[in-house]
């Protein structure tokens, strides 16, 4: 069974600097699945939750025009599971005749893209049973922390390059 999440945000984990999308429950327990990803990857999301304009298409802005050209739609995007530590979604398209194909995606780019659409984050909720964290609401930060952890975010997205990840 799958549970619609909600994006909560693209936070930097301190202090080794690490983008974490984290992902909540609508309903229920409002559980949060925090999923490490890339400097580059947290950078599309934030400048798609943030709506900046960009002078020319970046690669998941072209993604959704090709989908929007070929008459298909991102339905949903569903987060499936987590093997040997790496986190796995797909994305839902409904073609231009009613078909629906399922693509393998990671989910930084699965998000990145229903931002831009518009479209739904689900979750199976056998992979929010094993990954997802209860929310301490003690533990929230206040506006002004939450803005701060924004600005390191983007501070480390402005300095990182893409060699940083290779091996």
Known sequence: MTIEMELVGVRV???TNTPIL???????QRRVVPIYIGGPEAH???LAMSGTPMARPMTHDLFTEVLDSLGSVLE???VTELRGGTFYAELYLRDASGGVQTISARPSDAVALAVRTGSPIFAEESLIDEAGVEED?????DPGEEEEMVEELRKFLDEVNPEDFLP
């Open 13 to 15: 984990q301190l202090p």
């Open 22 to 28: 984290l992902l909540r429950e609508t309903a229920g």
């Open 44 to 46: 599309a999301i934030d």
């Open 76 to 78: 949903r995007v569903v």
């Open 137 to 141: 609401d003690d533990e929230s930060p």
